[in-house]
């Protein structure tokens, strides 16, 4: 069994601010086994990913038209984890094509999506495979407002940093070779965003 609770639904959280910024939270639909803690002022930067598959079984068709769709698709990647024995969701917020940003793992507790920087380091995954293609418009946008709200929380310009940037990775997230492109609109959205 996995635990998840799959009658969990999300709970809309709005950020005050100029813009305003939506959040769907569902950190109660995923079990917490690993509760390493920090404290907000241990985070030092966000971390851009990809969940690096454009659908899953069962999910053929996947654009995330619906919430359902987001839940089916986020419950397949915290199944994956689960079977790399990483446990939990190992990111802290994820973005889906059409338009949400979720709230999946308290940022307090330490994420599973940086080896080696992950005490230092809040994830934020989109929710495709961004090697061959940008992320839609609306993607970036969301990027963008869901790094936001960490910095309006965090009272701090953390940077942003694509996965494989830090140090002693080896892996195309959030999709070399297009995110040279693309990392650095969603850096400009987000000083934009962020509302200071
Ligand atoms: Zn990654």
Redesign the pocket.
Known sequence: MDGINTKARPRKMTIPGNPPITIWDIRHRYPVNHRRTRSLSAIQQI??????VNFDAGDQDYDGSTVDEDLSRMDADYRSFARFNWYDMAYHMMVSPNGRAYYTRTSTLVGA??KYHNTPTL?I?GMGDYRFHWPSGVMLFLYAGAAAVVRRGLWRKVPIRG??DFTR?S?A??GEPTYRQWLPVVDLVLNWADGF
């Open positions: 971390a851009i990913h990809h969940d690096g999506h940086v994830g995954a996965h494989r990775q892996t997230c959030p």
